[in-house]
């Protein structure tokens, strides 16, 4: 007879086995010089809860107060999103089929795309929420919205998303007047978020899912050993 627990030995030395793996090729660090780098050079603080799919970046920019929120679950985040620079795309119809394979073997080497929100808040005016994804280096942006309550914009309970299904998020970002974008783009260069933090995010992103994927295999490990 096969004892209820014949599997969890097995189970639990292989994930011993594959934490010990990460490991060893984990860098010595315990902060990675990129982050170093950045919060050296930039005036963002970091906001990261171990256990939590959320970081954000906050920096106080005259009266304003800034909070870029991005989320590290990349699998289930679908988008067609529109570049900030307004820059148009090439027709699909004109696109032959070896530049078809050309483009797959450089989607392969993109990053995944990032889900990021940013929110800028002023006192007594509310707050300006830019919903945006994060894709190779740049911010793109889907929707520019309004809120008079600035509790609201940046929150991603379940309860916040609630109260916004009745507002109006603001035009999709594509129908806007191409001056309108470039200058919502310098608008946020002002206050520092551009390029360069993209692609922190991007580098921060897979550094947490690295650090969470390590705790998850610790945590699991100790669950479903018996001894």
Known sequence: MVSHNSYNKELAIKLAEELKYEKENESDSSEPSFIKDFLSENPFKIEDKLGSNEVAL??????????????????????????LSGDEE??????????????????????????????????????????????????????????QDAKLAGDWTAEADWKRRGFYPGPSFETLDNDVQVLFEKYLEERGINTAVAL??????????????MKWLENVRKFVDVS
Do not use: H, M, W
């Not at 106080?60 to 929120?69: M, P, Q, S, V």
């Not at 050309?102 to 007594?124: F, M, W, Y």
């Open 58 to 83: 906050t920096r106080a920019f005259g009266n304003e107060k800034i909070r870029l929120l991005f989320d590290i679950n990349t699998s289930e985040q679908q988008a067609e999103p529109i570049s």
């Open 200 to 213: 922190f995010i991007s580098n921060y992103a897979e550094y947490k899912e690295q650090k969470e994927y």
């Open 90 to 147: 090439e027709d699909d119809n004109e696109i032959d089929e070896e530049d078809e394979d050309e483009i797959d073997d450089e989607s392969a080497e993109q990053s995944l795309p990032i889900r990021c929100s940013i929110t800028i808040e002023k006192p007594g005016k509310g707050a300006l929420g830019f919903e945006s994804i994060i894709a190779d280096g740049v911010f793109l942006i889907n929707y520019v919205s309004y809120y």
